[in-house]
């Protein structure tokens, strides 16, 4: 593959001095995520009128919509803050020989999807790794709850099918429940997306597909955060436990997400993210903000993936404290990534150096794999338009009566 800095512009933000100037680019950037946003949303709204009576389609249509927001995203990053991506990925040695061709990382259809949480934009570069794998349509995210009153954005994660939890285990149960019981029982055509006809279309089985991105830290790591999880490793009595680069995991919302999608889980994918430029002793949420990323053009040079998958057999749902110290070693074993990472500028897996069945494969992409973007999100604009039109209409209508 063609090295990502010989086709990618710097961020634009970047090519003048003239404040002026880049003050336009940022409501340009602004203009340009909220009509792709509304854009979006207008499209929601026709799909649910015209195909209430079909909920294959109606599902269908709303993954589209999926897709078009991670494009829409993918389409500003690539503008403003052009990040090389990189994924690493551990695979055996007879996958790597049993084919000619170079191996590239992807997503199965049914996947739990684990990572650190270092900064606000993790889930959108997550996504994007969803996006490559044909999966695009089929995130799912657990978010805050305040986040679904959000004027616009809300209304278009509800039509997602995201999860909402308020962090209270007694009001979060019943909605995480049905959110997973309806994403196993599409999966395994026993759900309402599905029957006998169409269980086996190539079509339907990517509608009934989930990717569930989880951060089991449950926030992004800070130094307020770090102070909380100190005082939960106090409390659990795990002083001896001791991570520099993460924040102590909570397994009981992923071992409720296991168990549930346990009878359609294909795999459970552990992520460690690095960022670079930055320093072991920098907090990357700080240093790389929303705000900055998107409206300063402050972004990492390079964002680095490590990926390894874990079968479902190999996870012990048996028992909570056994599962605990389960992922609890898949932390410790994150964080000697991290370590390595910001020591070498790479990653570097111990199975690549203690088990030769274990090969560490490289992939680079980039934002520039949607190359279609522009075309793509015009069809949603193009309903806007049509929206737009009609309401003006019957505003003139009534204001002439």
Avoid at 105 to 129: C, E, G, S, T, V
Avoid at 186 to 191: E, I, L, S
Avoid at 300 to 324: A, N, S, T
């Amino acid at each position: 593959m063609k090295d990502y800095q010989e086709y990618h512009p710097h961020n634009i933000y970047g090519k003048t001095s003239n404040s002026f100037i880049r003050a336009l680019k940022r409501v340009f950037i602004i203009c340009l995520f909220l009509s792709g946003s509304l854009s979006i949303v207008v499209f929601q709204i026709c799909v649910q009128l015209l195909l209430p009576w079909s909920k294959i389609r109606l599902q269908n249509g709303m993954n589209q919509s999926k897709k078009a927001f991670i494009v829409l995203l993918c389409m500003i990053l690539n503008m403003v803050a052009p990040s090389s991506l990189n994924v690493t990925f551990e695979t055996s040695q007879s996958s790597k020989n049993s084919s000619n061709t170079k191996s590239c990382f992807r997503f199965k259809d049914r996947a739990i999807i684990i990572a650190n949480h270092q900064m606000y934009a993790d889930w959108i570069y997550l996504w994007l790794l969803s996006f490559t794998s044909n999966l695009g349509g089929n995130v799912f995210i657990i978010l805050k709850k305040a986040l679904k009153y959000v004027p616009l954005l809300g209304f278009g994660m509800r039509n997602f099918k995201f999860i909402f939890l308020s962090r209270n285990w007694q009001k979060d149960e019943e909605t995480l429940t049905s959110s997973l019981i309806s994403m196993d029982l599409n999966a395994r055509c026993k759900g309402p997306l599905t029957n006998y006809k169409t269980c086996y279309s190539k079509t339907n089985e990517s509608i009934a597909a989930y990717n569930l991105i989880m951060f089991p830290e449950g926030t992004n790591l800070s130094p307020k955060t770090r102070e909380k999880s100190d005082a939960y490793r106090q409390r659990a009595h795990l002083n001896h436990v001791q991570l520099r680069h993460l924040l102590l995991p909570h397994s009981k919302g992923l071992k409720f997400a296991v168990e549930k999608l346990a009878l359609s889980l294909d795999a459970i994918y552990d992520v460690t993210i690095g960022y670079s430029p930055a320093l072991k002793t920098e907090y990357v949420g700080t240093k790389f903000t929303l705000k900055k990323i998107f409206l300063m053009g402050v972004y990492p040079e390079r964002v680095d993936f490590h990926i390894r998958e874990f079968k479902v057999d190999e996870i012990p749902l048996q028992d909570d404290e056994v599962f605990f110290n389960w992922l609890l070693n898949v932390w410790k074993e994150k964080d000697e990534l991290l370590e390595n990472y910001y020591n070498t500028g790479q990653f570097k897996s111990k199975g690549e150096t203690e088990n030769r069945s274990t090969v560490v494969m490289k992939q680079t992409i980039g934002f520039q794999h949607e190359t279609l973007a522009p075309r793509f999100l015009s069809y949603y604009g193009f309903f806007a338009f049509l929206i737009f039109l009609f309401v003006m209409k019957k505003i003139l209508e009534l204001a002439l009566r």
